[in-house]
């Protein structure tokens, strides 16, 4: 079945005119069709705009063009709904924007386009990308292909539930403390955070302006490698995009990882704070890259204890004043009430949710008169530190190995009630966030029963997603986890 092959080996058939775009297209929207009235991982399906595109792809192919000049040529492809695509539907999973429609291409959509990628649709996610399950969106939860009957993981838990599918090649998510990551090892896929600054964020509906970073979510770490060097790159419309080159990602994938040191943070470690099952694929994982060449080295990062603590109060603060816009006079929901006041209050008492308001109203007091130097600048001084515990620890080891999530994906319902208990579920993500650097999650093993899949988490130093993808890759060329299939 073409739904169910990478990016890379896709690319190849298509090279060989052994397929066509247009059967790879028809492929993943009859997975579509089939599947997603179970995982509901997409909002919007466009599926006459991406049939149309893949015989333009075809019509190009058969004009000359290459994989060479266009990497993506021919692969379909899907978008989290909080990044935009033109002329196709912008919700972020909220009721205040539910039927509104991009005017413009994100810069990620253009290289994409550029790319020669076809676009199936708009995949969902927490409400603003606020939230770990995808359980917060106005338009009802994602199921997780594993077990339909707990989360995929969030905020890009669309993004990984329809990778994991085979309802499309490959996605775009968004990362804010996790969001890309979790729901990757969630749904036993690849999930990559880069540097933020590495990739633009341009046309991304921002909730914490400087924490977001665009992801992406592959079957396998060669797919992640090709996407990022299609996607990365200096933008000037992202005043925060840095200029620097952008390495040939791919081509460096088989060098050896003998002799790299990957650093283990006691503190990732501790008794009672991992499942037991995760603890264990994750030793195994350890033992497996030691085979491997790579030696392991215990290192400390003092400040990790306070991360979730930061997090919280930077990234409500950042959202209540990126959220302000959305106030009914200029796009989106709009409620009439006696005065301007009245119906600001209206539209975004009935366009928002219950978590995005929790995180508007931590947010607004975090940066209200008075408790602005208590709360938020207490909390920039000690991301400073959380920052400089990793910058310190790279000078010791290339990269940095954790599990991705304490638990193993739990059941549908069983946090809604209890935000800090869904809270705790980024917290072996949200440091790399925090410190801007980047992270890749994939498949490291899968608990017995039931069978759900447990993800590996490597993080690297700034502009380091090299090493994290030559890790990352000899981990998986060595190892079968990415090959398994949820039972759809």
Not at 22 to 40: F, G, K, S
Not at 102 to 107: F, R, V
Request: glycine letters at 10%.
């Amino acid at each position: 079945m073409p739904n169910r092959l990478t990016v890379c080996e896709l690319s190849r058939l298509l090279s060989r005119r052994e397929l066509s775009s247009r059967e790879a297209t028809q492929a993943c929207l009859d997975a579509i069709r089939q599947r997603d009235p179970v995982v509901r991982a997409f909002l919007h399906v466009d599926e006459a705009g991406a049939l149309a595109q893949a015989d333009a792809a075809d019509a190009a192919r058969r004009r000359g063009r290459s994989a060479e000049t266009h990497p993506l040529l021919g692969i379909p492809v899907a978008i989290k709904d909080v990044i935009a695509v033109r002329n196709q539907p912008l919700t972020c999973g909220s009721r205040i924007l539910a039927r509104y429609i991009a005017p413009y291409d994100a810069t990620v959509t253009e290289a994409l386009r550029r790319a020669g990628a076809i676009f199936l649709g708009r995949l969902n996610l927490d409400e603003f990308a606020m939230g770990s399950s995808t359980e917060n969106s106005a338009f009802g939860p994602t199921r997780n292909p594993w077990d339909t009957t707990r989360i995929p993981g969030g905020s890009s838990g669309g993004s990984a539930a329809a990778v994991a599918a085979d309802e499309c090649s490959a996605a775009l998510g968004s990362d804010t403390g996790g969001s890309v990551r979790l729901p990757a090892a969630f749904c036993g896929v690849v999930g990559l955070k880069p540097t933020y600054g590495r990739v633009s964020r341009f046309g991304l509906v921002a909730y914490a302006s400087s924490l977001d970073q665009i992801g992406l979510l592959t079957k396998t770490v060669r797919d992640a490698a090709l996407l990022l060097e299609t996607v990365a790159g200096h933008d000037p419309l992202d005043s925060t995009s840095v200029a620097q080159p952008v390495p040939p990602y791919a081509a460096g994938l088989d060098q050896s990882v003998a002799g790299l040191r990957v650093g283990l943070p006691r503190e990732y470690f501790v008794e009672g704070g991992l499942d037991a099952e995760v603890r264990h694929s994750i030793d195994r994982a350890i033992a497996q890259l030691e085979s491997l060449g790579v030696e392991p080295v215990e290192v400390s990062l003092p400040h990790t204890r306070y991360a979730l603590g930061t997090f919280c109060l930077i990234a409500p603060a950042e959202a209540s004043a990126n959220l302000a816009r959305f106030d009914g006079v200029r796009y989106g929901l709009r409620v009439e009430g006696a005065d301007p006041i009245e119906m600001y209050a209206r539209t975004r008492g009935a366009g928002f949710g219950p978590e995005v308001k929790r995180r508007i109203i931590l947010g607004t007091h975090a940066l209200s008169s008075g408790y602005y130097d208590a709360y938020y600048l207490r909390a920039q001084k000690v991301r400073t530190l959380i920052r400089q515990d990793f910058l310190d620890t790279f000078k010791q080891v290339d990269a940095i190995l954790t599990p991705t999530a304490p638990t193993p994906p739990f059941k549908l319902g069983e946090k809604l009630a209890d935000p800090l208990q869904m809270y705790l579920s980024d917290v072996f993500t949200i440091s790399c966030n925090l410190a801007g650097i980047c992270g890749l999650s994939l498949p490291c093993g899968f608990t017995t029963s039931p069978k759900l899949p447990i993800g590996m988490q490597l993080l690297g130093p700034p502009f380091g997603e090299e090493i994290l993808l030559r890790l990352g890759y000899a981990f998986e060329q060595s190892t079968d986890w990415h090959r398994h299939r949820p039972p759809l």
